[in-house]
């Protein structure tokens, strides 16, 4: 369906996803390459906690020219909350990114996405959708940008969940046109090696690989 589509259109899609930020390293093991003589350096190594660290959790948008707005969630994720993130954020994030009427907006076939009652306010306001295949891993570009956000994140070290959002606000902020513009210059790529694998995974699964 969309594999003929030029750049034209894909600088009008609105990509979005929610995401999951550690304070303390990540939710398994974190593998370093170090010389011997940097056992301890702090950038080598990874702060612990006893009770865990606690983590946060986002939902953001973006496009070919730029980020959109990124949304802290502070409760368990509904349909009705989801539909009040759009209502505050998606048309805010299409304005800043100066996307018009042609705006396509892309989120995936999470249940809470795919909910009646955002289903009838995207409706409401005549969205137009991205038609999202059920399994798609490999598909949403916005995947290696939480990568991206991750990485810079850690640069930082924060200490609490305090420092994490408001490192994460910041660094959100500083990506810039030249991450984004080539991001979204992935997706006809990602089309064909979707079609090529025939379902399989393609090389852009793992979001851990240097996109960048």
Known sequence: MYRDKGMTFWKQ????????????GSDGKVMVWRTSKEEF?????????????????????FAWNGVGNLFF????????????I????????????KLGPD???????????????VK??????????????PFSPDM????HLWDELERRMKEHQPKNQKELRETLQAEWQNIGPDVTNKL??????????CSRMKRYPTRYYNCENNFF
């Not at 995936?108 to 909910?115: A, L």
């Not at 009838?120 to 295949?133: E, F």
């Not at 949403?140 to 995947?143: A, E, H, L």
């Open 140 to 143: 949403n570009p916005i995947k």
């Open 13 to 24: 899609v609105l990509w979005s996803d929610e995401s999951k930020y550690n304070l303390f």
């Open 184 to 193: 979204v210059e992935s997706v006809p790529n990602r089309l064909y090696e």
């Open 73 to 84: 969630i502070d409760d368990n994720m509904t349909g009705e909350m989801y539909k009040d």
């Open 41 to 61: 350096n702090p950038k080598c190594t990874v702060p612990t906690v006893k009770h865990g660290g606690g983590n946060v959790k986002v939902w953001g948008c």
């Open 120 to 133: 009838n306010w995207l409706d409401k306001h005549r969205v137009k959708r991205l038609i999202w295949p």
């Open 86 to 97: 759009l209502a505050e954020n998606l048309f805010q994030s299409s304005k800043k990114l």
């Open 103 to 117: 705006m396509v907006f892309q989120h995936d076939n999470d249940p809470k996405h795919t909910s009646r009652i």
